[in-house]
């Protein structure tokens, strides 16, 4: 068998999909994206393909080495997301050409689903409590919503106010049973996050995510000592070196790789079992598509450290075409009672609607995340 064609698309809301052909018939599908940059990554996939035609798909360990030792500059997000979606692509051709599951392929799971959590709130939450109390009503025992909006380096305390308000009034609104996580979103910056992530302990967060910005996580030993509930980070880290780097310091509790940004499934696994090596749990990051959220729950099924999986269904950046929209069966990604099931068809289980993926990709998009000001008019952390 044979690599003999890349093709992509990009589709709303935003996201970019990649189809591997080869010349046996077997495809697979991958989603090499960065939000805000999918006609970047999209170059890059292209690029790269100049190593993969005429290549065995099925050697996924070799061409993902090929991919990223080949080029002399390596890692970072473009280049990793776009590594990321071919990885993909590549474990879902050998499971469909053997006819099994991914997670068969690694091991076989080491359980029957994942608990999976929800957005609510925006990027400038508000109405969190009645967010909240909607989607316990779905079955969700788990959700996820923004701290704060912009914040400056050094603000008031009233800003610190308005922020645990708002986690007030969701844990108010679902009570003790129900597990929050609270995203920083890197907008805390070390002055500030040191008084937030204190004030913040009395509600018991189920952990705050990104309390710094990636380049100052070394503060973290200084600003979070003590504290009586988990960390997360790692969206924006893009390989096991920096993950290593980032475990060492021992100031993480769970570990938060996205498996369309930090190398795909393969690398993705590499990084849960070296987090398992330190104790630490895995919880992939995932606002994206349907691609993106198959792959983390294959890397979650053989992931015994795995505990949650985020999603993007219903969040506020969906607004022209959602998660399950590009599914010819939108079941295997159903969620029920605040679980998915591992997906059991062979390859990454789900099968894309590949006509309508083209008749979406007309539209295509130009996603661009939010630019912030401050009131002095500099650049806020969005």
Not at 30 to 41: F, K, L, N, Q, Y
Not at 117 to 122: K, L, V
Not at 208 to 231: D, F, N, R, S
Not at 244 to 266: E, F, N, T, W, Y
Request: with cysteine; proline share 5%; glycine share 10%.
């Amino acid at each position: 068998m044979k690599i003999k064609a890349l093709k992509t698309w990009q589709v709303p809301p935003r996201w970019l999909f990649l189809k591997i052909e080869t010349d046996e018939g077997v495809h697979g599908w991958g989603e090499p994206v960065i939000e805000g940059r999918a006609a970047t990554v999209e170059a890059a996939v292209h690029e790269l393909s100049d190593y993969l035609i005429g290549e065995d798909p099925q050697r996924i360990e070799h061409l993902w080495n090929t991919l990223y030792r080949g080029g002399f500059y390596r890692g970072g997000p473009i280049l990793m997301s776009a590594i990321a979606g071919i990885d993909q692509a590549l474990w879902d051709i050998k499971g469909r050409a053997l006819g099994v599951p991914v997670h068969q392929l690694l091991g076989g799971r080491v359980r029957d689903g994942m608990r999976m959590y929800a957005w609510t709130g925006g990027d400038r939450p508000g109405d969190v409590g009645a967010g909240a109390q909607a989607l316990v009503a779905q079955g969700f025992t788990a959700f996820k919503m923004n701290g704060t909006a912009e914040m400056a380096i050094v603000d008031s305390h009233a800003r610190i106010d308005e922020a645990v308000a708002r986690v007030a009034e969701a844990r108010a609104a679902v009570g003790a049973g129900i597990d929050i996580g609270i995203d920083f979103h890197g907008r805390v910056h070390r002055p500030m996050a040191r008084a937030l992530l204190r004030e913040l302990e009395p509600f018991h967060p189920m952990f705050v995510e990104e309390p710094v910005l990636p380049e100052h996580l070394p503060c973290l030993k200084q600003i979070a000592g003590g504290l009586g509930y988990p960390l997360a980070t790692g969206e924006r880290l893009h390989t096991r070196y920096q993950f290593r780097d980032l475990l060492a310091d021992g100031m993480v509790d769970i570990v938060q790789p996205d498996i369309s940004h930090c190398g795909g499934i393969s690398e993705g696994l590499k990084i849960a079992s070296l987090a398992s090596c330190h104790d630490v749990a895995l919880a992939p990051h995932c606002p994206l598509g349907p691609l993106t959220l198959a792959a983390s729950l294959h890397v979650d099924a053989v992931s015994h450290n795995a505990f949650i999986q985020e999603q993007s269904m219903g969040i506020h950046y969906n607004r022209d075409n959602d998660v399950l929209d590009y599914l010819v069966d939108k079941s295997v990604l159903a969620i029920r009672d605040g679980f998915c099931a591992i997906p059991e068809g062979p390859g990454l289980g789900v099968e894309i609607d590949e006509a309508f993926v083209i008749e979406r990709a007309a539209v295509g998009h130009r996603w661009r995340n939010p630019l912030w000001r401050h009131e002095d008019g500099s650049i806020a952390e969005w």
